[in-house]
């Protein structure tokens, strides 16, 4: 799935740049503050519709700007024609997508042709973070490789959305005609998302043990309501209690994966770096099942990759991302903690200063 051609203008301090990247290992290295996380977050920015640092998008934006552009042509494999992606983003919060000539009409259409996944510093947040934010990665997953996911997950938040309107207005009554429709696409999302991990697992036991065999983590799926009863049951069973609350409680909006140590929470006994080991493998088994299923690997952006890694696990990281053939978009401030030890078979060297960002020839 490379780049073949990256055009960014109006992104945080970076000039204006233009450049073909390698269809697999891009190194960038510079300064702290030259510019390097901007390059990978303009490519996430057009690629998500989001920063994978500010929660704000406006962020992003040059403040000496007011608008950005992002622009790239990519190809899905050598068989298939080069197509322009392009993202425009105003000050004002206004933006667009265009395939080629066509507007896209939502950000998931761009997700579905160009996916991306992120290993950054704060990475371990997964482990550390919200449930919503684990049930996030998951369903990333289950998007990528289920076609028929995205529409049925939007049923189920439609229904959902209903089933809540009617408990706040305490209209038990009515429960019943919302509860047929939830209760079938809970059972649908629930299917997907277990095939999906069932793969998954088997990927990242293998990945882990090829980061770090000395750790043994345990991924546990949470359906979103107690797993010894129907869903039917448990709606009947709560049905008071969310009506007093005016949501419904249960649910697979409610699903967790849940990432455990001898049964404790991974985030509360793993050590930083141990925590990025873990995320990165859970991440790269993603890319891998992904490309199981559809033959094309993600795009990888992996930035401060020195950060929380010693130089042992950051060979084995770039060593699965090597074995994966994926392109990739390295960061780092020093070149030879990129390059130390590792020589990918394809890679090409690019140097930020000040914003400005220079590709090397190399010898
Ligand atoms: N909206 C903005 N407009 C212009 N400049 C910005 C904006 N937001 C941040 N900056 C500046 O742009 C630079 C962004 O740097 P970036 O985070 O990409 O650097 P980096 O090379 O990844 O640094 P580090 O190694 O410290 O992580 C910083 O110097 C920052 O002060």
Redesign the pocket.
């Known amino acids: 799935m490379p780049i073949r051609q990256l055009d960014i203008q109006g992104?945080?301090?970076?000039a204006p740049l233009d450049i073909t990247p390698s269809p697999l290992v891009n190194f960038i290295y510079?300064?702290?503050?030259?510019?390097?996380?901007?390059?990978?977050?303009a490519i996430h920015l057009l690629a998500a519709g989001k920063s994978f640092?500010s929660t704000q998008v406006r962020?992003?934006?040059?403040?000496?700007?007011d608008r950005c552009e992002i622009r790239l042509r990519f190809q899905r494999d050598d068989e298939t024609p080069e197509r322009e992606l392009y993202h425009l983003r105003l000050k004002n919060g206004d933006h667009l997508f265009r395939l080629d000539e066509s507007l896209l009409s939502a950000q998931s259409q761009v997700a579905a042709l160009l996916p991306v996944q992120v290993i950054e510093?704060n990475t371990f947040r997964l482990l550390s973070g919200t449930p919503e934010d684990r049930r996030q990665f998951l369903d990333w997953g289950v998007f990528h490789v289920e076609p028929a996911f995205i529409e049925e997950w939007r049923m189920f938040r439609q229904t959902l959305k209903q089933r809540n309107s009617a408990l706040k207005q305490d209209q038990g009554d009515w429960l019943d005609v919302w509860n047929s429709g939830f209760i079938e696409s809970a059972a649908r999302i629930d299917q997907f998302r277990k095939a999906y991990l069932t793969l998954l697992v088997a990927e990242f036991r293998k990945t882990l043990a090829s980061l770090d065999d000395s750790l043994d983590v345990n991924l546990n799926y949470y359906p979103g309501w107690d797993r010894e009863s129907d869903l039917a049951s448990v709606l009947e069973r709560q049905k008071d209690r969310d009506i007093q609350l005016g949501f419904t409680q249960s649910g697979p909006h409610r699903a967790e994966l849940r990432i455990t140590v001898n049964r404790v929470p991974a985030a509360e006994v793993l050590s930083r770096g141990q925590q990025k080991t873990v995320v990165s493998a859970l991440k790269l088994a993603q890319g891998i099942v992904f490309k199981q299923q559809t033959g094309t690997a993600p795009i990888y952006l992996v930035?401060?990759l020195a950060s929380e890694l010693d130089a042992r696990h950051r060979l084995a990281l770039c060593q699965v991302l090597e074995d994966l053939k994926c392109q990739v978009f390295i960061?780092s401030?020093e070149k030879n903690q990129l390059m130390d030890g590792w020589a990918p078979a394809d890679f090409k060297v690019f140097h930020?200063e000040?914003?400005q960002l220079q590709e090397e020839t190399l010898a």
């Open positions: 992104v945080r301090n970076l510079g300064d702290n503050g030259s510019g390097k996380t901007s390059v990978l977050e640092r962020q992003v934006l040059s403040h000496e700007r510093p930035d401060d960061t401030i930020v000040h914003g």
